[in-house]
């Protein structure tokens, strides 16, 4: 049973990092300023990251919770 959910735990972490790294930026610096405006006012691929950003708060969730079982299993 620990051996599953550290196995469960590590493929949530790795999803986790994946998601995140995935994500666009929302600004790169300065010039992020003004490009990023523009961007939301034309519009930007929102389908990939709204998706990466569900899947993002879906990992963090699992993550904490997989912690809080496995902390006084592992004492």
């Known amino acids: 049973m620990v051996l599953f959910l550290n ?3 590590l493929v949530v972490g790795l999803g986790m990092i994946a998601s995140v790294l995935l994500q666009s930026s929302e600004s790169a610096g300065f ?6 405006g523009a961007q939301s006012i034309f519009g930007k691929k929102k389908g990939l990251d ?8 879906i990992f963090a ?3 904490v919770i997989l912690a809080m079982i496995l902390t006084p299993l592992l004492k």
């Open 61 to 63: 969730v699992l993550f």
């Open 50 to 57: 709204d998706l990466l950003a569900k899947l993002t708060v």
């Open 7 to 9: 196995i469960v735990f």
């Open 31 to 36: 010039t992020g300023t003004f490009t990023g």
